[in-house]
């Protein structure tokens, strides 16, 4: 009894770490492939870009200039 309830354990043990493996291997493959998709682009001192700032996200305790 005691060999069948060790050797099911192992299975399971075994399981357990091709499951972490495969996962990690997933995890990996999404990185590269959502890295690819990233934009990069770095502002210059010529660039103009426009910012929205709205009252309700600025903390109560603040200097309000809006």
Same mark, same amino acid.
């Given at each position: 009894?005691?060999?069948?309830? /060790?050797?099911?354990? %192992? ?6 770490? /091709?499951? #972490? ?5 997933? =995890? /990996?493959?999404?990185? #590269? %492939? ?11 001192? @010529?660039?103009?870009?426009? #910012?929205? #700032?709205?009252? /309700?996200?600025?903390?109560? @305790?603040?200097?309000? =200039?809006?």
């Amino acid at each position: 009894m005691a060999n069948s309830a /060790e050797f099911f354990a %192992r299975i399971v043990h075994n399981l357990h770490v /091709e499951i #972490i493996k495969h996962t990690q291997a997933s =995890k /990996e493959q999404y990185k #590269i %492939r959502a890295d690819l998709y990233k934009y990069h682009d770095a502002l210059n001192v @010529e660039d103009y870009f426009i #910012i929205q #700032i709205k009252l /309700e996200w600025c903390p109560l @305790e603040t200097n309000h =200039k809006l």
